[in-house]
């Protein structure tokens, strides 16, 4: 059974950074690929950023590029995002998830909620103006 556990979110003013954790509870970490989501009052749950199995490769979401960085630690069953250059509009509540189906466990990558089998908490991210 999959557990993941989010922290790291919290208030900050826009140009700030902040650093979000996922800790996974998975015995074979290493062949699940990882994502985040984020989801804001009224809006969907979008795509954020996603890592591989080994983290070498990385996708994000076009409004993240060049802001945030996605890596993973294998040895520690760990996820993190990295969000620097905050800005208000990134305001939501943000999701770690798990991929372990076929394509992940061959390193593939994916941006669509759907393939995500298994979720966090989330943990909120203020930005203020």
């Known amino acids: 059974q999959v557990q993941l556990v989010e922290s790291g979110g919290g208030l900050v003013q826009a140009g700030g950074s902040l650093r979000l954790s996922c800790a996974a509870s998975?015995?074979?970490?290493?062949?699940?690929?990882m994502g985040w989501f984020r989801q804001a009052p009224g809006k969907e749950r979008d795509f954020v950023a996603a890592i591989s199995t080994s983290g070498g490769t990385t996708t994000y979401a076009d409004f993240v590029k060049g802001r945030f960085r996605i890596s993973r630690d294998n040895a520690k069953n760990m996820v993190y995002l990295q969000m620097n250059s905050l800005e208000p509009d990134d305001t939501a509540v943000y999701y770690c998830a798990a991929n372990g189906r076929i394509e992940a466990r061959r390193g593939g990558l994916s941006t669509e909620r759907t393939r995500y089998d298994s979720w966090g908490q989330g943990t909120q991210v203020t930005v203020s103006s």
């Open positions: 998975i015995r074979t970490f290493s062949n699940y690929g």
